[in-house]
């Protein structure tokens, strides 16, 4: 759950912004040996499309993209109806890690030459995330301003990030090697921060031990047992 804007300034922003969600669900999760994405989480839920709901649920979000690559089928079969919501974005080069993604995602909407106030960028495989958190975005959003929006837990930066349409170009410059990170330590001084709790910031679901030590009691069996 996101701590809440604490400046005694702060006006939530209700003017009508537009912002793009870009969700990063490709990885193969090696670890696991299976789509994580499709790991249950809750009832009738799966770690995706519980980050789905949540971003749906959040008001201020104009268009919500979901970047698959790995197990690309059987999310789309499987998630068929919560899919029905997003534009799917096909990342062939998933392999190449999470930054292929990020750059995929990033093309496909300049291709499109779809104007938004901003462009939200968050992890498939991070279920902590709420609607109240994701809302903190939006409410903090300056439409007129390039600074860019960043999670802060203990000063450090954090996941989720809100870009400009104007930084795309300077992100699909960058090698890949060290994905995203040079761009936020630059943008880091003076980009907008937004606090969040660890669970929320930095907690995603990476090992088996990590999957059932957190999801919810009422998440369904995972068949067949992992090893």
């Given at each position: 759950?996101?701590?809440?804007?604490?400046?005694?300034?702060?006006?939530?922003?209700?003017?009508?912004?537009?912002?793009?969600?870009?969700?990063?669900?490709?990885?193969?999760?090696?670890?696991?040996?299976?789509?994580?994405?499709?790991?249950?989480?809750?009832?009738?839920?799966?770690?995706?499309?519980?980050?789905?709901?949540?971003?749906?649920?959040?008001?201020?979000?104009?268009?919500?993209?979901?970047?698959?690559?790995?197990?690309?089928?059987?999310?789309?079969?499987?998630?068929?109806?919560?899919?029905?919501?997003?534009?799917?974005?096909?990342?062939?080069?998933?392999?190449?890690?999470?930054?292929?993604?990020?750059?995929?995602?990033?093309?496909?909407?300049?291709?499109?030459?779809?104007?938004?106030?901003?462009?939200?960028?968050?992890?498939?495989?991070?279920?902590?995330?709420?609607?109240?958190?994701?809302?903190?975005?939006v409410d903090s959003l300056e439409p007129k301003s390039p600074r860019p929006l960043i999670a802060v837990e203990n000063n450090r930066p954090a996941h989720p990030y809100l870009i400009r349409q104007s930084h795309i170009g300077e992100i699909l410059s960058l090698s890949g090697e060290s994905g995203i990170r040079p761009f936020?330590?630059?943008?880091?001084?003076?980009?907008?921060?937004?606090?969040?709790?660890?669970?929320?910031?930095?907690?995603?679901?990476?090992?088996?031990?990590?999957?059932?030590?957190?999801?919810?009691?009422?998440?369904?069996?995972?068949?067949?047992?992992?090893?």
């Amino acid at each position: 759950m996101g701590q809440g804007r604490k400046d005694l300034n702060y006006v939530p922003n209700t003017s009508n912004v537009k912002i793009d969600v870009l969700i990063l669900a490709a990885g193969q999760a090696q670890r696991f040996g299976r789509p994580k994405q499709l790991l249950p989480w809750g009832t009738g839920e799966t770690i995706l499309s519980h980050v789905i709901k949540q971003v749906s649920a959040t008001p201020g979000i104009s268009r919500i993209h979901v970047v698959l690559g790995a197990w690309f089928e059987e999310i789309c079969t499987t998630l068929a109806t919560p899919l029905e919501q997003v534009e799917i974005i096909n990342n062939p080069d998933w392999q190449v890690g999470m930054f292929s993604s990020l750059s995929t995602g990033l093309r496909q909407l300049n291709k499109e030459n779809h104007k938004s106030d901003g462009i939200l960028v968050l992890l498939g495989d991070m279920p902590f995330i709420t609607s109240e958190t994701l809302s903190l975005f939006v409410d903090s959003l300056e439409p007129k301003s390039p600074r860019p929006l960043i999670a802060v837990e203990n000063n450090r930066p954090a996941h989720p990030y809100l870009i400009r349409q104007s930084h795309i170009g300077e992100i699909l410059s960058l090698s890949g090697e060290s994905g995203i990170r040079p761009f936020i330590k630059k943008q880091f001084p003076n980009a907008l921060k937004i606090p969040v709790s660890h669970t929320a910031g930095r907690k995603d679901i990476d090992t088996w031990k990590s999957y059932f030590a957190n999801r919810p009691e009422s998440s369904g069996a995972v068949i067949p047992t992992p090893p």
